[in-house]
């Protein structure tokens, strides 16, 4: 039937075992169920012959098989572990040949298949895969044979490892639920550092560790079980191969402490509800001492949680404004079982008395008693309404308390309407445009004091004292305050310089563009699926001409060329990191390096390989430039480390998954990405949105997990405001709020003081904000600032990309945003000269102003010059004929 296991040795000395039918069995591993080609975060996976051995050559000896199958079928065995001639034979033929022992466990296979069970814990509804058991045994034995046969017998996916490392390499990668570690011996590892190694990490909070201990001899005393305890291990199994015996601990800990923990597990998920439900939740325990509030409850009262958790709510102030009997009847009715709700007055930490409707709801719990008291609380809508419904709460007595809630909320309802009608102004049967009147007047009354309204406001004061002449001057710079586009140089015609006007029009514009006929077009959405992107191999050790290519990283000249060709296109993870190991990104994050490893992985391969230009190359280069930039010392002295990790962070996502197309094509084309994002930073929107997707949704990649929710809420809005800054309709803004509020106060401090080294205002928020923006501008578009082979291979590629675009337009009748990069006329020293020109030379003069970079602005005076020949050249060989 082919569903017997096979058994992989990893060259960490971890063994996995899975199924070889791994189209239907439960009992793959996901990472195995992905093909050859899944990274195993830190394990290679070396598949054999013996995979591919059919049944019958992979038998072996019938008579060792017989009797190995016919033990792990009926559970039996001696209790003293002995197998037998038949599995001596069968160890000895393992240590001889591995392909021999894979084959022979494959036989051996009882056919088991267990489903997913269906477990319940209150109203949920959950379902558990099959267990996961990693056994850690230095040596095969009987011991270690008769959990693994147990393992399979239960339908428990089942892993082996021979050393500590490996070990917890496998634990980190799988996080099993029960781990089997073997105590009776110590000079092949210490079980007991082991299991406080595997204790230490977050996923072993949920997994039970099984001591495997020796037999206490008749004449010593049974050892003590607390420094198992001590050492972390929840249970102690004394030795037995038995086969049977080890199945039954193993199904008892399944339903008792991993079933447990399984659903301990499932209240992350209500936590998580709790956490963002809009209503303010309390839960006390029977005594009235906080256990829990949820942060819409710390947003209300303006406690955090630290101040509240383990206090009585006797102790917290109280408003005077509740009537005196009214915690006396709340404390009636809950402890009696009831629910109770109604208004009442809480004191805030500020001092002030806030309105409230609460609902408190009594927990019946264990022996049937009352356990947990848990209060919703929202606050009253008006001051209005909270006194009518104070007045039904006081006049009506305990009844009220249980009124339905869409009773009330008519009631508020019909008070509100009545208020209304009574402030209205007018008659006593007033016109609707008189009851208008009054909140027109004020919205036309009202003054938007935003910095451009202030500004426009003083100009037309001025107007009225000036001369007619300065008047009509002032008039001018209205018109212009007015535009929307306040940064952008305003271009002339087409014909003063077509490469110059294209780059803008097709780098610089998101708006759909109309065709003949006023239609626009719609295509198929050029966003391709990342779904089917196989992930690369895991990196376990960095080839040594990859290592020496990376000693050069920290210099401004390294070829990252030659770092995509050795890797094969996958620079990204390597560089990603040897850049991030030297900033301490993953100590930062407070993740691990496989963590770290695997969310490069998906990182690199969401970007396109088909790409000219927007590959994963580009984003080790940009991701180069960078780390290059945050080591320059005025750099470093105005950014923190989360600046910095921002900054690493989003240049290595800040075009995952880009089409290898503008955003001008996929509005014209009415791509599904253009709909979404409507027409605004399209591509830009998307790599960030994606990257989260791609961190946050499995946590084998999750760099974030372990940080506080604050530390990440400001580190991911570095990030998108980063990326976001790449999108090119908002350069001469980002460049020109540079200059004036950095560049020009530096300037101005440097005139009166010989220190440079901590410039006014530099290191405020909205200052590092400006320097990041820049940062990441100049790393993304640095190609003309490159020595001169990298320059020219980068002006290729991108020009390839825009051919390829303009190809497409014309093959689907979308406008041409870009005509000179037509592939047959195209000039792309002009291309990079406009650009240069247009683009570069101002930001990076402004850059290097602040940074410091007279390598760069040499290479790009040289570059610049290295076009400017090849045009000439060009246009003299082509008047040649007709001067002729």
């Given at each position: 039937?082919?569903?017997?296991?096979?058994?992989?040795?990893?060259?960490?000395?971890?063994?996995?075992?899975?199924?070889?039918?791994?189209?239907?069995?439960?009992?793959?591993?996901?990472?195995?169920?992905?093909?050859?080609?899944?990274?195993?975060?830190?394990?290679?996976?070396?598949?054999?012959?013996?995979?591919?051995?059919?049944?019958?050559?992979?038998?072996?000896?019938?008579?060792?098989?017989?009797?190995?199958?016919?033990?792990?079928?009926?559970?039996?065995?001696?209790?003293?572990?002995?197998?037998?001639?038949?599995?001596?034979?069968?160890?000895?033929?393992?240590?001889?040949?591995?392909?021999?022992?894979?084959?022979?466990?494959?036989?051996?296979?009882?056919?088991?298949?267990?489903?997913?069970?269906?477990?319940?814990?209150?109203?949920?509804?959950?379902?558990?895969?099959?267990?996961?058991?990693?056994?850690?045994?230095?040596?095969?034995?009987?011991?270690?044979?008769?959990?693994?046969?147990?393992?399979?017998?239960?339908?428990?996916?089942?892993?082996?490892?021979?050393?500590?490392?490996?070990?917890?390499?496998?634990?980190?990668?799988?996080?099993?639920?029960?781990?089997?570690?073997?105590?009776?011996?110590?000079?092949?590892?210490?079980?007991?550092?082991?299991?406080?190694?595997?204790?230490?990490?977050?996923?072993?909070?949920?997994?039970?560790?099984?001591?495997?201990?020796?037999?206490?001899?008749?004449?010593?005393?049974?050892?003590?079980?607390?420094?198992?305890?001590?050492?972390?291990?929840?249970?102690?199994?004394?030795?037995?191969?038995?086969?049977?015996?080890?199945?039954?601990?193993?199904?008892?800990?399944?339903?008792?402490?991993?079933?447990?923990?399984?659903?301990?597990?499932?209240?992350?998920?209500?936590?998580?509800?709790?956490?963002?439900?809009?209503?303010?939740?309390?839960?006390?325990?029977?005594?009235?001492?906080?256990?829990?509030?949820?942060?819409?409850?710390?947003?209300?009262?303006?406690?955090?949680?630290?101040?509240?958790?383990?206090?009585?709510?006797?102790?917290?102030?109280?408003?005077?404004?509740?009537?005196?009997?009214?915690?006396?009847?709340?404390?009636?009715?809950?402890?009696?079982?009831?629910?109770?709700?109604?208004?009442?007055?809480?004191?805030?930490?500020?001092?002030?008395?806030?309105?409230?409707?609460?609902?408190?709801?009594?927990?019946?719990?264990?022996?049937?008693?009352?356990?947990?008291?848990?209060?919703?609380?929202?606050?009253?809508?008006?001051?209005?309404?909270?006194?009518?419904?104070?007045?039904?709460?006081?006049?009506?007595?305990?009844?009220?308390?249980?009124?339905?809630?869409?009773?009330?909320?008519?009631?508020?309802?019909?008070?509100?309407?009545?208020?209304?009608?009574?402030?209205?102004?007018?008659?006593?049967?007033?016109?609707?445009?008189?009851?208008?009147?009054?909140?027109?007047?004020?919205?036309?009354?009202?003054?938007?004091?935003?910095?451009?309204?202030?500004?426009?406001?003083?100009?037309?004061?001025?107007?009225?004292?000036?001369?007619?002449?300065?008047?009509?001057?002032?008039?001018?710079?209205?018109?212009?305050?007015?535009?929307?586009?306040?940064?952008?140089?305003?271009?002339?015609?087409?014909?003063?310089?077509?490469?110059?006007?294209?780059?803008?029009?097709?780098?610089?514009?998101?708006?759909?563009?109309?065709?003949?006929?006023?239609?626009?077009?719609?295509?198929?959405?050029?966003?391709?699926?990342?779904?089917?992107?196989?992930?690369?191999?895991?990196?376990?050790?960095?080839?040594?001409?990859?290592?020496?290519?990376?000693?050069?990283?920290?210099?401004?000249?390294?070829?990252?060329?030659?770092?995509?060709?050795?890797?094969?296109?996958?620079?990204?993870?390597?560089?990603?990191?040897?850049?991030?190991?030297?900033?301490?990104?993953?100590?930062?994050?407070?993740?691990?390096?496989?963590?770290?490893?695997?969310?490069?992985?998906?990182?690199?391969?969401?970007?396109?390989?088909?790409?000219?230009?927007?590959?994963?190359?580009?984003?080790?280069?940009?991701?180069?430039?960078?780390?290059?930039?945050?080591?320059?010392?005025?750099?470093?002295?105005?950014?923190?480390?989360?600046?910095?990790?921002?900054?690493?962070?989003?240049?290595?996502?800040?075009?995952?998954d880009h089409p290898g197309r503008t955003n001008s094509f996929l509005c014209n084309a009415g791509s599904e990405l253009a709909v979404l994002y409507n027409d605004t930073a399209v591509l830009e929107s998307h790599h960030t949105a994606l990257a989260f997707q791609l961190t946050v949704k499995d946590t084998k990649c999750n760099i974030f997990k372990n940080i506080d929710r604050n530390h990440y809420r400001t580190l991911r809005q570095a990030i998108i405001d980063m990326v976001l800054a790449t999108e090119m309709t908002k350069h001469f803004e980002h460049v020109n709020k540079f200059v004036n509020s950095i560049n020009k106060p530096l300037a101005a401090e440097s005139e009166g003081s010989d220190c440079e080294c901590n410039p006014t205002g530099k290191n405020f928020p909205e200052n590092q904000i400006l320097i990041k923006r820049m940062m990441i501008k100049c790393a993304d578009v640095a190609n003309p600032c490159r020595p001169l082979d990298l320059c020219i291979e980068w002006?290729?590629?991108?020009?390839?990309?825009?051919?390829?675009?303009?190809?497409?337009?014309?093959?689907?009748?979308?406008?041409?945003?870009?005509?000179?990069?037509?592939?047959?006329?195209?000039?792309?020293?002009?291309?990079?000269?406009?650009?240069?020109?247009?683009?570069?030379?101002?930001?990076?003069?402004?850059?290097?102003?602040?940074?410091?970079?007279?390598?760069?602005?040499?290479?790009?005076?040289?570059?610049?010059?290295?076009?400017?020949?090849?045009?000439?050249?060009?246009?003299?060989?082509?008047?040649?004929?007709?001067?002729?």
């Amino acid at each position: 039937m082919g569903c017997a296991p096979s058994i992989h040795v990893s060259q960490s000395g971890v063994i996995y075992c899975r199924d070889s039918d791994e189209s239907n069995s439960p009992r793959q591993t996901s990472s195995l169920s992905q093909g050859p080609t899944a990274p195993l975060h830190g394990l290679f996976v070396q598949t054999d012959a013996a995979d591919a051995m059919p049944p019958s050559r992979a038998a072996g000896p019938s008579g060792a098989v017989r009797v190995r199958r016919s033990r792990a079928e009926l559970g039996s065995g001696s209790s003293t572990g002995s197998s037998g001639p038949a599995v001596t034979t069968c160890r000895g033929r393992r240590r001889h040949c591995c392909s021999s022992a894979e084959a022979e466990t494959q036989t051996s296979y009882t056919s088991v298949k267990v489903s997913s069970a269906e477990v319940r814990i209150g109203p949920m509804r959950l379902t558990q895969d099959p267990i996961q058991v990693l056994l850690i045994f230095a040596k095969e034995d009987s011991q270690s044979d008769g959990f693994w046969w147990a393992c399979d017998r239960a339908g428990y996916r089942c892993n082996i490892a021979r050393t500590p490392e490996s070990a917890l390499e496998c634990f980190l990668d799988k996080h099993h639920e029960i781990i089997v570690i073997d105590h009776r011996q110590t000079r092949n590892f210490d079980a007991e550092a082991v299991c406080r190694s595997i204790r230490a990490t977050n996923p072993s909070e949920h997994t039970v560790i099984l001591a495997v201990v020796s037999q206490a001899s008749d004449d010593h005393e049974e050892a003590s079980v607390l420094p198992l305890l001590h050492a972390g291990f929840n249970r102690r199994f004394m030795e037995n191969s038995s086969i049977i015996a080890c199945y039954n601990e193993l199904i008892q800990i399944e339903h008792g402490e991993v079933r447990s923990q399984f659903k301990l597990r499932a209240c992350n998920s209500v936590f998580t509800a709790l956490d963002h439900c809009h209503e303010a939740i309390e839960i006390t325990s029977d005594d009235h001492v906080i256990q829990y509030v949820n942060p819409a409850f710390e947003r209300m009262m303006g406690y955090h949680k630290g101040e509240l958790l383990g206090k009585e709510l006797a102790d917290l102030p109280k408003s005077d404004k509740n009537r005196a009997d009214l915690l006396d009847t709340i404390n009636t009715c809950i402890k009696k079982g009831k629910e109770w709700q109604g208004v009442y007055y809480a004191r805030r930490k500020s001092g002030d008395s806030i309105q409230q409707h609460v609902k408190i709801t009594p927990v019946i719990g264990q022996g049937g008693k009352i356990r947990h008291f848990v209060s919703l609380k929202k606050l009253c809508c008006t001051t209005d309404n909270n006194k009518q419904i104070h007045r039904i709460h006081r006049d009506s007595g305990d009844n009220s308390q249980t009124e339905p809630p869409s009773f009330r909320h008519k009631s508020r309802r019909k008070e509100s309407i009545d208020v209304k009608s009574i402030s209205s102004r007018g008659s006593d049967a007033p016109s609707l445009q008189n009851r208008r009147y009054p909140s027109m007047a004020r919205i036309h009354s009202m003054t938007i004091e935003a910095p451009i309204t202030k500004v426009i406001n003083i100009i037309n004061a001025a107007q009225e004292n000036s001369p007619v002449t300065v008047a009509e001057a002032l008039d001018r710079v209205l018109e212009i305050l007015r535009t929307t586009e306040l940064y952008s140089p305003q271009l002339g015609t087409k014909d003063e310089d077509p490469h110059t006007s294209d780059l803008v029009g097709g780098l610089m514009t998101d708006g759909l563009r109309r065709l003949s006929g006023n239609e626009y077009v719609f295509t198929k959405n050029v966003h391709q699926s990342h779904s089917h992107l196989a992930m690369p191999i895991t990196i376990n050790d960095v080839p040594t001409s990859i290592a020496q290519l990376l000693d050069n990283e920290e210099s401004w000249d390294f070829n990252i060329f030659e770092l995509e060709a050795v890797t094969h296109k996958r620079p990204l993870v390597y560089l990603g990191l040897k850049v991030f190991s030297r900033f301490g990104v993953c100590e930062f994050l407070n993740c691990t390096e496989t963590t770290l490893r695997a969310w490069l992985q998906v990182i690199e391969a969401n970007y396109h390989s088909s790409n000219a230009y927007h590959n994963s190359t580009h984003a080790a280069d940009v991701l180069h430039a960078t780390a290059f930039f945050l080591g320059k010392e005025r750099v470093k002295g105005s950014l923190d480390q989360l600046d910095e990790v921002a900054a690493l962070i989003a240049a290595t996502v800040h075009d995952v998954d880009h089409p290898g197309r503008t955003n001008s094509f996929l509005c014209n084309a009415g791509s599904e990405l253009a709909v979404l994002y409507n027409d605004t930073a399209v591509l830009e929107s998307h790599h960030t949105a994606l990257a989260f997707q791609l961190t946050v949704k499995d946590t084998k990649c999750n760099i974030f997990k372990n940080i506080d929710r604050n530390h990440y809420r400001t580190l991911r809005q570095a990030i998108i405001d980063m990326v976001l800054a790449t999108e090119m309709t908002k350069h001469f803004e980002h460049v020109n709020k540079f200059v004036n509020s950095i560049n020009k106060p530096l300037a101005a401090e440097s005139e009166g003081s010989d220190c440079e080294c901590n410039p006014t205002g530099k290191n405020f928020p909205e200052n590092q904000i400006l320097i990041k923006r820049m940062m990441i501008k100049c790393a993304d578009v640095a190609n003309p600032c490159r020595p001169l082979d990298l320059c020219i291979e980068w002006a290729g590629r991108i020009s390839e990309e825009y051919f390829a675009q303009t190809d497409e337009e014309k093959r689907q009748g979308l406008p041409v945003v870009m005509p000179v990069f037509d592939r047959n006329t195209c000039s792309i020293p002009k291309s990079q000269i406009s650009f240069i020109d247009y683009f570069i030379t101002d930001m990076f003069d402004a850059w290097d102003a602040f940074a410091h970079l007279p390598a760069l602005m040499q290479h790009l005076a040289d570059n610049y010059k290295h076009w400017k020949t090849l045009d000439d050249l060009k246009c003299k060989s082509l008047r040649l004929p007709s001067e002729s």
